[in-house]
């Protein structure tokens, strides 16, 4: 690094163009570089207008017991959104979707495709496994026979 800056003042003292070599390397994290994911075309921050817009009305709406600005949109088709103050907190795609749409990708909902598509698990629990991007997590849930039960994106609470 003190080369570089050498080479830099001495073209400056004798009057020439910095050599290449006296340029900065600039550092990026992969993370910076990474997008957020998207599940059916809806990712986290979306606002409830953009939700409409891809998957329409939906077929019903529940309130957040726990949360006053959040409430559950669900859909006939197997997919559920929340949202909390109008943005996106969680997309989930149910099993009985068959296939969910990861990144513009086409999954089939089952167990062996979606480790396929996610990678090794980066996470494990008694309910499922997922992988970890950023502040965001992707986690496979299953129920108490190892069935899959949903494909649900929301924000890592260890990363936020």
Known sequence: MIISWLLLLSSIVHGGPPPSSAAPAVLLHAEALQRPWQL???GL???GAQVESMWGKPSSVASDEWQQDCETWSYKTGKNVGLC???VSFVQVTAAARKANLDGKE???AGTELRQALG???FEAEDGWGVVKGAEALKVFVDERGRLVSLDLFHDPCNV
Request: no cysteine; glycine share 26%; net charge negative.
């Open 107 to 109: 999954v089939a909902m």
């Open 85 to 87: 103050g109008g943005q």
């Open 45 to 47: 921050g979306d606002t």
């Open 40 to 42: 059916e075309g809806v």
């Open 120 to 122: 090794k698990p980066e």
